[in-house]
Each structure stands twice: as structure tokens, then as C-alpha cells.
């Protein structure tokens, strides 16, 4: 409504108080008596880039399109450009100087120091943040994946490596070779776990790392690059192991968190979260220990078992869509993907290697004369 409000003032002033001699541009002192005199709420985050824009010009002016996009909280390449030459006159205040703050306000304020690396961005989040939508994805795609598990748990009777059961990989939701042709389990196999401890790695990651992203990027990016990991993952394990089952959402968990660390690292300089290089080993750590538990399972199963254990392939893969795709996603806060070459060069990478896994799923199976496990 206030966004509305401003805009309404603005287009209407424009063509005569405003811009009298119709050159399209405006100085802020001017659009500042305009807020002053409608009483009209303006963010102070907006204010700050309103100035940064005006100093970034010669004539210390802002152009219509400018004023409106700011006030309408759309923001491009050119526009973060302009706002990082003007910044340098600016004080040089940050969120941590404030007071007063609520419980949900500090950890507005805690999610913007992880997730940006620049100040301006943090305040532009800062001041911007609804709380409506929530971010309900991670936390609906977690939940779910306890649920499943606690479901297999009670009924198969076993909490720990639920995949030497004979009855686990009867489920529709795991991925199997043999069941190729029904696709949604190259999906759902993310609800499937092999047993506590991989599901609580998975879950403490998509909570501590998937959440704030998706406060900061919101639901359809972060949505998108996690079931992209997903997807990538379950295609991976169906070119490279052939005859091994996958369950874990180990395949987005790591398109989340690689494309989080490869943001830190690319702007170290920026990123002011506490202790960040401390995290950055453990985090590392505890990945590299979640792949090389993976990978002994996969070939030397501590228990007997009827076949093939899940494979580790989709960790990886993951890793690759976060480094390239999520990376892209996270260096674009608050501008438009498609008005990128880099993000269509890696959509057009993604969609490439889903067409070539395809056709290798309906061909090279029986072309190679693979030997599959007999389908539960």
C-alpha cells in the first residue's frame, strides 16, 4: 500500500513540479520534499540507494524508470552497478549498529549476515523482509522425510542402515534400477533414508542452510535449485552405477550447501557471519564424512545383503549443480535470472545432460547388456 502510495504521488507529480522540463530525470532533494510533503513512508534502506543512485549520476539525478523500480523493489544488474559506485559517499553505518530489535527482527538480521556478503544488500533485505510467505519448503520437505522415516522405522522394526531390510527397497519411493520406467521415483527417492543418521545430517542441513536461503532468495529459486540437485543426483547414479539403488536427499542437500560454501568463498572479503572460516573446515569436513560413509557402504556393506547398496554418486552430483547453477541463483539476489547469459548457459548445460540421461535410460541399458538386480 505504501509502495502504491509513492508511485501514485510520483506519476502524478511527475510531468509538472517534478520534472517541469520533461528531461526524464529527477533530484533527489526534489523527490525528498515529494515524501516529505504526501507524509509518505519510505523504507530508509530505499532512501540510502535512492542517494547512492543520484550520486552514482553526473547531475546528482535519478531517472522515472530508476525511482520506480526502487520503489517497486525490483532491482537489475545496472541498478546494483549504480548503487555500488554511489555507496562510497554513503556512511558507512551497518545492521549491527542497530537497537531495540525484536527476537524475528534479530534473526532477520542474523539471516542477512550469513547469506549476503554486501552491506547494502543486507540492509535492502533487512528493511524489505515480509514474513509472508514463510519459508515453508524446506521446512515441508524435512517434516516429510522425518515422517517417512518414522513410518519404515516402526514397520520394518530398524532405525539404523533400513536398507539391508528385504522389505526397504519394496517401497515405491526408492529409486531402483529395474523400476526405471516410473518416473517419479527419481524424485521421490528424497524422502527415503538409509537410517538416522543420514536423515540427521540431511535434515540439520536443509534447516541451518535451506531455510535462510529461502528467506533471502525465496521459495521458487531455492525450490528449484534443491530439486534440481535432487533430479541430477538420481540421472547421475543411473549413468555412472548402473546397477546400484539411491534413496537420500543427500542430491539437493548438497546443491544447497556447495552453492552456499562457493557464495562464501567467492566474496570472503564480504561475508561478515561470525567464525566463517572455522565453519567453512567443518562444514567441509562433515560433507567430505557424509561422501566417504557413503562410499563404504556402497562397497563394503557392513551386513549381508540381497543386492546392491544405495549409491553415492548423487552427492556429487549435487555438488556440481550447486557449484554451477546455485551459485549463479545466489549471486542474483533481487534481480531477474533471464536477463542473465550465464543463467542460460547453465540451463541450457542442465537441460542438455537431463535429454542425454533420458535417452541413456531408455537405450543404453540394454545396449551395454547390463546386469540389474531382479526389482523387489
Known sequence: RAHSQILGAVQEGWSGRLDPDNTGF????????LVHSHELPLDPAKLEMLVALAQSNDEGQICYQELVDLISSKRSSSFKRAIANGQRALPRDVLL????????????RYVAYEILPCEMDRRWYFYQHRTCPPPIFMAAVTLTQIIVFLCYGARLNRWVLQTYHPEYMKSPLVYHP?????AWRFFTYMFMHVGLEQLGFNALLQLMIGVPLEMVHGILRI?????AGVLAGSLTVSITDMRAPLVGGSGGVY????????NVVMNWAGMRCPYKLLRMVLALVCMSSEVGRAVWLRFSPPLAASGPQPSFMAHLAGAIVGISMGLTILRSYEE?????????VVLLSYATFLVFAVFWNIFAYDLLGTQIPPPP
Do not use: M, P
Open 26 to 33: 529527477i533530484g533527489v532533494e526534489t523527490f525528498a520534499s
Open 97 to 108: 549498529d542497530e537497537t531495540g530489535l525484536g527476537f524475528y527482527k534479530r534473526f532477520v
Open 178 to 182: 529395474g523400476h526405471r520406467a516410473r
Open 223 to 227: 525450490s528449484f535449485l534443491y530439486l
Open 255 to 262: 546443491a544447497l550447501c556447495s552453492a552456499h560454501l562457493a
Open 336 to 344: 531477474n535470472l533471464q536477463d542473465q547469459c550465464v543463467w542460460w
